[in-house]
């Protein structure tokens, strides 16, 4: 995942900007100085240096686009045109290969033997392989040091421009020595180098466009950090994608059926951090905090049980019944799959109206107790009543 702070984000766009330089300098170069010594291997390699250098052209402005701040076109973010940049580059990568492959095998098959080619082709092989070397290691330290996935493959991308260019030397070398063919084969060598670059670089961007989850032994990692953390009981429904190399969650926290809405959602920010602060990779996480086990719910059941203002208002009709007046209460549910538990702070209010009507505070919780027992699901009552300033559970 690609730093955010403008430092690293300028250092990962002067390395790849560093690399197009170079690589156009070392196309030009190894074009030029193919045909002008009768090397196809080295043309097909200048050909895989422009596509290099398209590479790192590709990079930077995907540097600037990917890690743009979400806006109201883009509410997710801008992670998806790193992976369409992608995939485009892939499609050229695998055209270039194809044309070069066709290319060299019609001069093998064409019954013509081509003159070696001269010496100097040998000396901008090693330059090649030399310079390229040079970026690799360049490169590789920016993407450590910015945590850029994107950057360290295209380093790893400069790596396999040296090896190509290495091939292309050691045939150099067998065609000075009289083996012709050796020249072309090592061309359509690089092609098939070039090629599996652009179809790997192809089937892992088509399977991020589509979704496709995280491995499972990183699941398991992510399954395991979560329930280290107190008050989590149990996850589940856990969904993951990747989005421009970043690793997006979502998943279902279980805790205590009488933890607080505040508290769980303190317990579940506690999660993004511990889980952010061990893989860095992770863009964002949405979380959902469950008093029970949802994941193999019917949703019948939750439909049958009856919601907080249907409880309400035959809680109020009932004190205005037993009462002759409705005082001020706070009504606290706990759902279950299939129950509902209801508690129930009565105000200081109530006092007065017991008198009136000379009930005690059990015969009240009695009253309350058979009407409420005809809710659905209903399962218990706690009723609490104030006692010299403070509250006490009647008994």
């Known amino acids: 995942m690609l730093d955010s702070t403008p430092e690293r984000q300028a250092a990962a766009q002067r390395i790849s900007i560093i690399g197009a330089?170079?690589?156009?300098?070392?196309?030009?170069?190894?074009i030029i100085g193919g045909v002008l010594t009768g090397s196809a291997a080295l043309v097909a390699d200048g050909l895989h240096s422009l596509s290099d250098m398209a590479t790192d052209l590709l990079v930077v402005f995907l540097v600037?686009?990917?890690?743009?701040?979400?806006?109201?076109?883009?509410?997710?973010?801008?992670?998806?045109?790193?992976?369409?940049?992608?995939?485009?580059?892939a499609v050229i990568l695998l055209l270039v290969a194809g044309f070069m492959t066709w290319d060299s095998l019609k001069l093998l098959f064409s019954?013509?033997?081509?003159?070696?080619?001269?010496?100097?082709?040998l000396l901008i092989a090693a330059i090649s392989i030399g310079a390229n070397e040079a970026l690799f290691f360049y490169t590789l330290k920016v993407g450590k040091t910015s945590r850029s996935n994107l950057i360290i493959a295209?380093?790893?991308?400069?790596?396999?421009?040296?090896?190509?260019?290495?091939?292309?030397?050691?045939?150099?070398?067998?065609a000075l020595l009289g083996v012709w063919w050796l020249d072309a084969l090592a061309a359509v060598l690089v092609?098939?180098?070039?090629?599996?670059?652009?179809?790997?670089?192809?089937?892992?961007?088509?399977?991020?466009?589509?979704?496709?989850?995280?491995?499972?032994?990183?699941?398991?990692?992510?399954?395991?950090?979560?329930?280290?953390?107190d008050g989590v009981i149990n996850?589940?429904?856990?969904?993951?994608?990747?989005?421009?190399?970043?690793?997006?969650?979502?998943?279902?926290?279980?805790?205590?059926?009488?933890?607080?809405?505040?508290?769980?959602?303190?317990?579940?920010?506690?999660?993004?951090?511990?889980?952010?602060?061990?893989?860095?990779?992770?863009?964002y996480i949405i979380y959902?905090?469950?008093?029970?086990?949802?994941?193999?719910?019917?949703?019948?059941?939750?439909?049958?049980l009856p919601d907080r203002k249907a409880i309400e208002q035959q809680l109020d009709?009932?004190?205005?019944?037993?009462?002759?007046?409705?005082?001020?209460?706070?009504?606290?549910?706990?759902?279950t799959p299939k129950t509902v538990k209801l508690e129930i702070k009565l105000s200081p209010a109530i006092w007065p109206l017991l008198q009136h009507r000379q009930l005690t505070a059990p015969q009240l919780e009695q009253q309350l107790l058979q009407t409420l027992e005809t809710l659905p699901g209903f399962r218990q009552l706690s009723l609490w009543l104030p006692t010299s300033g403070s509250e006490a559970q009647s008994p």
Request: a negative charge; aromatic letters at 6%; charged letters at 20%.
């Open 21 to 30: 330089i170079v690589n156009a300098f070392m196309s030009a170069l190894k």
């Open 64 to 89: 600037g686009v990917s890690h743009k701040k979400p806006d109201k076109e883009h509410p997710w973010g801008h992670g998806r045109f790193e992976t369409l940049g992608t995939v485009f580059l």
């Open 111 to 121: 019954g013509e033997i081509p003159a070696p080619p001269a010496w100097p082709a």
């Open 154 to 174: 295209n380093a790893w991308h400069h790596r396999t421009d040296s090896l190509s260019s290495i091939v292309v030397l050691l045939a150099l070398i067998g």
């Open 191 to 229: 092609a098939l180098l070039i090629a599996k670059i652009g179809l790997d670089l192809l089937l892992k961007s088509l399977a991020e466009l589509v979704d496709t989850g995280l491995p499972q032994e990183r699941i398991e990692e992510l399954h395991e950090e979560v329930l280290s953390v």
């Open 235 to 283: 996850v589940h429904n856990i969904r993951t994608r990747l989005m421009g190399g970043q690793s997006l969650l979502e998943m279902h926290l279980q805790v205590h059926p009488q933890t607080s809405a505040s508290e769980g959602h303190f317990i579940g920010d506690t999660v993004c951090a511990r889980l952010k602060q061990r893989f860095d990779d992770i863009g």
């Open 288 to 304: 959902h905090i469950d008093t029970y086990d949802d994941e193999t719910l019917p949703e019948v059941q939750l439909a049958a």
């Open 317 to 335: 009709r009932l004190l205005e019944q037993l009462l002759g007046s409705r005082p001020d209460y706070q009504l606290t549910l706990f759902y």
